[in-house]
Nanobody, 119 residues
Framework: VQLQASGGGLVQPGGSLRLSCKAP???????????MAWYRQAPGKQRELVAR??????????DYADSVKDRFTISRDNSKKMVYLQMTTLKPEDTAVYYC????????WGQGTQLTVSS
């Protein structure tokens, strides 16, 4: 598996959680230039991109879907080949399986991690 997402769980509305994604089998020279992204797929809906972060060499510019802007923060640690998604003020509509990939979705998809926001 090229990309392993983890950290999901059951959270109450208004809560916070951090997701992690590691790419243990991806060589550094491939990982580092990628714009990495977090996606999510809710039941019955298409997978959507929620956050992305550019390569460090380009300033690690971030971009967010309107639905998560100001609540989610994406970051990366190239030395560990890790990407993170810090989520705050969670809402029931954030419930989904979360995946990481590059912004083209061109790496084989991992299993994702389930986030459920419910009281």
């Amino acid at each position: 598996v090229q990309l392993q997402a983890s950290g999901g769980g059951l959270v109450q509305p208004g809560g916070s959680l951090r997701l992690s994604c590691k790419a243990p089998r991806m060589i550094t020279s491939v990982f580092n230039p990628y714009t990495m992204a977090w996606y999510r797929q809710a039941p019955g809906k298409q997978r959507e991109l929620v956050a992305r972060i550019g390569p460090v060499g380009g300033g690690a510019i971030t971009d967010y879907a309107d639905s998560v802007k100001d609540r989610f923060t994406i970051s990366r640690d190239n030395s560990k080949k890790m990407v993170y998604l810090q989520m705050t003020t969670l809402k029931p509509e954030d419930t989904a399986v979360y995946y990481c990939n590059n912004d083209q979705g061109s790496v084989a998809w991992g299993q994702g991690t389930q986030l459920t926001v419910s009281s």
